[in-house]
């Protein structure tokens, strides 16, 4: 668990530099491979971080209620806990995934326009991009507020096992 956790933490980290890194290549052009290839591979470890971060919560809720099942004397309130944090979480996550693929095509298809007669506008750029950082900002923080949530789920639930009964 806390491996997957820590490796969560290491992509969004990454994935926020790369996501900055796209802009400041958009308004500066300053990376020296083609830009779409940059922009192909930040793509990659964004979505890879977005999904593992939703994958953690998806083994985590699986986990918690397992263990509930074998244990009814904790009751459901644990799970509960774990559905309302998967709630809170997910939106902001799936939101940010997709406005930073918008962000990654639009930016591909401006960068083509340069070469070609595309039509497509650079405020269609700015938009998203900026809606992008704002929401990965939100989810970045939901995710955060999640993972220590879940922790005190995870350590509530096995209080027992560890010796440090009521």
């Known amino acids: 668990m806390w491996f997957f956790m820590i490796l969560c933490y290491v992509l969004v980290a990454i994935s926020g530099i790369g996501l900055i890194q796209i802009g400041l290549n958009h308004y500066f052009d300053f990376w020296i491979t083609h830009r779409i290839t940059f922009d192909l591979m930040v793509s990659i470890i964004f979505i890879a971080a977005q999904t593992l971060v939703m994958f953690f919560?998806?083994?985590t809720g699986v986990n918690v209620r397992e263990y509930l099942e074998q244990h009814p004397e904790l009751g459901?309130?644990?799970?509960?806990?774990?559905?309302?944090i998967k709630r809170r979480l997910y939106p902001p996550t799936m939101m940010v995934t997709m406005l930073f693929m918008a962000t990654v095509i639009i930016d591909g298809v401006y960068f083509i326009k340069l070469y070609t007669e595309s039509k497509i506008s650079e405020?269609?750029?700015?938009i998203t991009y900026f809606l992008t950082l704002w929401y990965y900002y939100k989810a970045t923080k939901e995710q955060h507020v999640s993972f220590k949530g879940s922790t005190k789920i995870v350590l509530e639930m096995t209080k027992k096992e560890r010796g440090f009964s009521k």
């Open 57 to 59: 919560f998806v083994g």
């Open 76 to 84: 459901n309130d644990l799970y509960k806990k774990m559905f309302a």
């Open 123 to 126: 405020w269609w750029f700015h």
